[in-house]
């Protein structure tokens, strides 16, 4: 040995259970099973015509542009700025919401299945308590942490793997809480119906945040694509097994968003209070927390790598001195984080989880609609940058590929945001969430109009046309219109020119 610590490495097998970590969100399974039997339905579609193609397409340009950029790289190098901007910013708003909802719903199953009697300030602890732990640990790499991620996937399985079982076995042998006629199973087109699609969506991504992994991993392009098909496959299986079992347990219109999966098991196995409950819930509790982490360091890095291209304010930007790790952007989604947990428990709520789970998959959702036409931007201006994993077929393929899911997004937020009926009961759970997403989407606007204002000014007040970005991409795109790429004097900031 000559002294020198020996690196972690993020093996093959520790990258498809980060995939099923961070992709198989149990939390959500009790909001797509309100939608009832048709909730099948719309698995199917949404696994063909979403999560394949958004899964191919993750691994095409994760292995492409490796980093911790990830989801900002690939939109900023196919639009610039602005959209780059655009992008970091969904994604990093998103967050803090999310973990506001996840942090509310630990400390609900806590209380209920220990029958702690800590009041709303002993939960608020508690939420806060978390959410400091999860900034702390997000200061550490993957490869140090990658334990965290590996026993919630195995846990995750379990709970999966249970529900399905125990659903099949209150269906052969007392019947189910819900009718499956074939009828049952065809799609409702109602908005109310739609307006739950949205959580299928949000249940199928991820793979975006293990594409910042890659500099963790001995051998991204192989590992990668890998970790994606095999996890793809595993997250499927058990989102279909656990959907089942929560239709067995409980009928649709007695379901909650919120305490739906720990109440299924207490039916399946007729107990209220057992030991058997009891670990369920610790197991539930610790993959809440576990994908806290597992999405708080690719968030984190995305936000860094953005803050770093002066696209997001400069304070995301600070690293940890000892491990190189986002602190400043772990730091400031804390302090989001706490506000908001603050405000619910001043406010009173029916169902808080709800509220702020809506939101961040809206949130989440303007995020990721830029991936799909980068992808077809970057094939066609950064033709000659290898690709180790590259999708096969043709222009009219492609596109399929990419404006499919595109177009299920932009579908999706319409139907949940949009109050169509106006209806008392309508408005007052869409409008929240509409002026909600307004107030997002004029923050990001000022954050990628002072992102392109700075731009400006640190190239003399002009900014780069729409060719030279995409020269400082391709050489050969700029050798076709006459124009090489001088990489000697190139002005171009970061990341934008691949001569660097």
Known sequence: MDGKPVKKKFKMFDAVLASVCIVMTIEASAPAAKMG?????WWGFLILTFFLP?????????????GQGGIYEWVRKAYGIRWGSRTACYYWLNFPVWVSSIVLLFTDVLISTFH???GTFGGLAIQLLLIWLVAFLSCFRISDSKWILNLAAVFKAIIMLALGCLGFYMALTKGAANSFSPQSFLPSFDSQG???VIVILFDLMGFEVITTYTEDMPNPEKQLPLAIKLGGVLIVFFYILAAFGISVAIPTDQLSASTGVMESFRILLHQTDSVLISLVAVMFLYALFANLISWSLGVNSVIKSAA???CLPEFLAVESKKTGMPLGASVINAVISSAIVILGAIVPNTDVFWQFFAMNMIILLLSYIMIFPSFLKLRKIDADRPRPYRIKGGTIKLKFIAYMPMSLILLSLVFTVMPFHLSEAELSSKLPLLIGSGLVILISEYISYRSLKSEKIRTGGKGRSADEKIISLSPKYGEKLGRKHNVTNCNCPGRQCIGK
Do not use: C, K, R, V
């Not at 039997?37 to 339905?41: K, L, R, V, W, Y």
């Not at 958004?54 to 490796?66: C, F, K, M, P, V």
């Open 37 to 41: 039997n048709s909730q099948f339905f």
């Open 54 to 66: 958004y899964g191919l397409i993750s691994a095409e340009l994760g292995t492409a542009y490796q």
């Open 116 to 118: 702690l009697p800590i």
């Open 194 to 196: 739609l307006s739950y």
């Open 308 to 310: 770093q291209d002066h």
